[in-house]
């Protein structure tokens, strides 16, 4: 049995892996890709030099002082991190904090004319726009007639698969969409989480959203059904209060993906309305809790964070990056249970996620083999493989 308090956190220090990849390679194409993207003034282009430099050469620097988040991130570690290397601190807590300090670089959080503009805004709108979403949502006319049951399931793998879409992933894995995945489910713990969902269900659904567009779309379109269908009452949708990782939802991408459902032709509309008016209604809230971009994993989750999801019949945790919070960024060995790494939890919980970074766990002997020999690492970190896990038993102890 795998000693769950000893797999080490991930940092970003060793040259060729990849969270070290990330740190020197993705995010100085992030700084690029977004002063590509506006007409920034020259302060802005500046303050992005500043931070190029800072991220690949330098050392992680203070928030200014009167940052408004500024006691957030001193509770979050930055006292304890600040003038060390972004290279030598948890990996995720250094890349978190890289895309706090791309805000501060473009105005984000002002005062002045740039305050509140999404700096990944030009991305995920394309992507919400692009012919592949109209061809997802065509595909929903024909899933209609089909049992409750097919519906479900192939709305579970819809919003499973939409966190393949993940822009900041784009950068550096052309092609992961078009590879075959074998074996493309290494856990399926679907019959669990269907059984904590019943049809006949009047609970609460909390969904951890992650990306905007190609994904949320589909998560809209599982939260729809599962309501409409009376197997759960009432949905929270978690998304986050600031861009964050460049796609990650905010409540402003909530709402350009639900204009864009009820603006859709066919059964698509249907699933936009349902959500438009459960939203009116108050059985769809959306929540932008501060802990949701903390550099932190949930086993920190603040005591009001912790309540929500003890009184939740589920929630679900989509994504590479919440899967990494919900675990903990640790090199775990991958047979380790993954009820084991979320005893902490305080109620049932799931997660769907295709693999994007070396963080797995729950995994049989056999299928850690099996990918081992016929990939090396890549199937850890190539975006090809998915997972679906749930657990029932949990004893909300910390950990
Ligand atoms: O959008 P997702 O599924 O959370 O994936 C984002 C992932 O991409 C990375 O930025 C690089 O893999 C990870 O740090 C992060 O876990």
């Known amino acids: 049995m795998p000693d769950i308090r000893t797999a080490p956190v991930i940092l970003g220090d060793e040259p060729g892996s990849f969270p070290h ?48 988040d500024l006691e957030l991130w001193r509770a979050w570690g930055l006292d304890e991190y600040a003038g060390r290397s972004w290279f030598d601190v948890p990996w995720l807590w250094s890349e978190s904090y890289f895309y706090r300090r791309l805000l501060e670089a473009v105005g984000y959080f002002g005062p002045g ?11 995920k709108r394309a992507e919400l726009d692009a012919p592949e979403t109209d061809e997802e949502l065509a595909a929903l006319d ?20 939409g966190n393949r879409a993940d822009l900041g992933f784009r950068l550096s894995a052309e092609g992961a969409e078009a590879a075959a995945p074998v074996p493309a489910l290494v856990a399926d713990d679907s019959e669990t989480l269907w059984s904590l969902l019943p049809p006949s269900g009047t609970g609460t659904l909390v969904l951890v959203a992650d990306n905007a567009g190609r994904e949320l779309v589909p998560d809209l379109l599982l939260i729809a059904h599962l309501l409409t ?21 905010t409540t402003a991408d909530v709402v350009d993906a639900l204009r864009r459902l009820v603006a859709a032709p066919g059964a698509a509309a249907g699933y936009g309305r349902a959500l438009w008016t459960a939203m009116a209604d108050g059985r769809l809230t959306t929540a932008a809790h501060p802990f949701s971009r903390a550099p932190l994993p949930y086993a920190d989750a603040p005591d009001d964070l912790r309540a929500e999801f003890a009184a939740a019949t589920l929630t679900v945790f989509k994504g590479d ?8 960024d640790r090199l775990w060995p991958p047979t380790t249970p993954f009820d084991e790494v979320t005893a902490y939890f305080p109620g049932p919980v799931a997660a ?19 990918l081992d020999a016929a990939e090396g690492r890549h199937w850890r970190t190539g975006g090809t493989h998915a997972l679906i896990q749930a657990g029932a038993s949990h004893h909300g102890q910390r950990q």
């Open 21 to 68: 990849r990330v740190l020197a390679e993705r995010h100085p194409a992030i700084i690029e890709q977004v002063r590509e993207a506006f007409p920034y003034g020259p302060g802005q282009h500046r303050a992005l030099d500043e931070l190029l430099s800072s991220c690949t050469e330098g050392v992680i620097e203070p928030l200014p002082g009167d940052a408004a």
């Open 113 to 123: 004319a740039w305050q509140g503009v999404d700096p990944f805004r030009p991305f």
């Open 229 to 249: 269908e009376g197997r759960i009452g009432r949905a929270v949708l978690h998304v986050k209060p600031y861009p964050h990782y460049v796609s990650d939802a």
């Open 321 to 328: 990056l919440n899967y990494r919070r919900l675990v903990g």
């Open 352 to 370: 769907l996620r295709t693999l994007k970074s070396d963080v797995v766990t729950g995994l049989t002997a056999a299928t850690e083999k099996a």
């Open 142 to 161: 024909a899933l209609q007639d089909r049992p409750e049951r097919e519906r479900a399931d192939a709305l579970l793998h819809g919003s499973l698969w």
